[in-house]
Structure formats: structure tokens, C-alpha cells
């Protein structure tokens, strides 16, 4: 009989201490992934299959736990969905999903950072920017999903996850997850290029042409405007100097005459 308790005690509290041993879920306060990562396939059929969507894709790297990983991934992700959810209206279906995904990645993202642990070390990872067709970006996504399911707490990122350049790819070579040919690799998270500034040196250039145009437009007004004002006012003078010169003339022929008439 004693035996038999023992046993049972041992079923039931068991359980309580799996989390300790083998290691518990990764968020204390409850799972953020709901059902609406449900839809996505609902919203993979509302987009056209050739449509492009930027995200800076980070491949997995060896001896380095998911939870190192994720921290890069779903904040990137999240950066993404914002641009994606632009895309859309907000009274419809594609808005709504979207929306409910992203804040599926916002629990996430407060899960793994919970500790508010400051980190000293670096886990590198490689950033590639890529535009994923709509199948390939959410099977990216789920991947997260999967990845953050299975993370669990006794494998802690013990350090700040970082992204870094992908070496130059051959010219052949297409992304090795997803196979597309228009991925711009080279480039990661943290990194800005000369070609990111094209556009704002674009508008700058545009802007000092115009200016330049109206400055030179609003010089030439004003010298135009200054030299008719300078020959209305020489032609006033000299309409001036002219009557009086008449006047002159009319007065002195008056003395002239009247001199005559004494005589």
C-alpha cells in the first residue's frame, strides 16, 4: 500500500518538476502564438503568386541556439509586416491578418526579452535583403513560429545577436533558402550602403536645381523691374527739365516784349 502511494504521488508531482530538469516554455506569461497564424494560408491565396516582399532574410547558423536567432528574426519580420500591411486598406481581410500576425510577433518579441539581461558577448549572423515571393516569405514565417514553439529556457541567447555581411555570391548563385534570383545579398541589418543614399542625394540635387531656377528667375525680375524704374524716372526728369526750360524761355520772351513796349 505504501508502495502504491508512492507511485502515485510520484505521477502527479513529476510533471511539476519536468520544467526544472529538461526545461520549460520559453514566455512565463503565455503563449502569444494564437490561432490566426491560421489564415495565413488564406492570406498566401489573396496575393498574386509573383508578388515581391522585402524582409532581411537571416539563415541559421551552427552551435548557436534558436532563441539567438529569433531575437534578429522576429524583429526584422515585424519591420517587414509594417511595410506589407502599407500595402493594404484597413477595412480589409489581407489588413486584418496581417495586423493579428504582427501582433502575434509583438508577444514574442516581449518574451525573449523578459530577462532585460545586458549581454557582452556577440552571436554573428548572416543578413541577406531579399524579395520573397508570398509562399516563400511565410513559410519563413512559420519557420519563427516553429522555432519560438520548440525554444525552450534552459537554451538562453547569452549574448547580443548581431548581423553581419554575407560574402559576395558567385554569378550564378541564388539564395540557398530560397532559390530566388533577384536577392540583393551583401548587405545585413545594421549596415548602410551608398546605394541607400541615392534617393536622398537624388531630391537634394532636384531641390538645388529649382532653387537655383527660382533664384535666378526672381534676379532677373528685379533687375528688369530696377531699370524700367530707372528710365521712368530719367524720362521723368528730363519731361521736367524740358518744361522748365519752356518756362524759361516763355518768361524771358514776356520781359523781352514788354522792354520792347516801354521803348
Known amino acids: 500500500m505504501k508502495e502504491a502511494n508512492t ?15 529538461f526545461g520549460g516554455p520559453i514566455c512565463k506569461t503565455g503563449n502569444p502564438v494564437t490561432d490566426d497564424i491560421k489564415r495565413i494560408d488564406e492570406l498566401v491565396g489573396n496575393l498574386p503568386n509573383d508578388y515581391k516582399i522585402q ?4 539563415s541559421k547558423i551552427p552551435n548557436v541556439t534558436d532563441t539567438c536567432w529569433l531575437r534578429l528574426t522576429v524583429s526584422e519580420m515585424s519591420f517587414s509586416l509594417d511595410g506589407l500591411l502599407e500595402k493594404f486598406a484597413k ?4 489588413y486584418l ?21 545586458d549581454y557582452q558577448e556577440e552571436s554573428e549572423f548572416n543578413c541577406e535583403k531579399s524579395n520573397l515571393e508570398p509562399k516563400q516569405y511565410f513559410s519563413y ?7 519560438f514553439q520548440l525554444a525552450e529556457d534552459t537554451n538562453p541567447c547569452d549574448a547580443e545577436a548581431v548581423c553581419r555581411p554575407t560574402e559576395p ?36 540635387v532636384v531641390c538645388t536645381v529649382i532653387i537655383t531656377i527660382c533664384l535666378t528667375y526672381l ?30 524761355e516763355q518768361d524771358g520772351q514776356f520781359i523781352l516784349e514788354n522792354q520792347e513796349s516801354l521803348t
Request: glycine share 4%; aromatic share 6%; proline share 5%.
Open 169 to 204: 555570391p558567385d554569378a550564378e548563385a541564388t539564395t540557398p533558402e530560397t532559390g530566388d534570383p533577384n536577392t540583393m545579398k551583401g548587405e545585413c541589418a545594421n549596415c548602410v550602403t551608398s546605394v541607400d543614399y541615392l534617393p536622398a542625394i537624388g531630391t537634394s
Open 91 to 94: 477595412n480589409s481581410s489581407n
Open 141 to 147: 514565417f512559420n519557420e519563427i513560429i516553429t522555432a
Open 219 to 248: 534676379v532677373i525680375r528685379v533687375q528688369k523691374n530696377y531699370e524700367r524704374n530707372r528710365r521712368i524716372k530719367s524720362y521723368s526728369t528730363d519731361v521736367e527739365q524740358e518744361r522748365k526750360r519752356e518756362e524759361n
Open 7 to 21: 507511485l502515485i504521488n510520484s505521477v502527479i508531482y513529476l510533471p511539476l518538476f519536468l520544467p526544472t530538469i
Open 55 to 58: 524582409i532581411k532574410y537571416i
Open 97 to 117: 491578418i496581417i495586423e493579428n500576425l504582427h501582433r502575434v510577433l509583438n508577444g514574442i518579441h516581449n518574451c525573449l526579452y523578459e530577462d532585460r539581461k
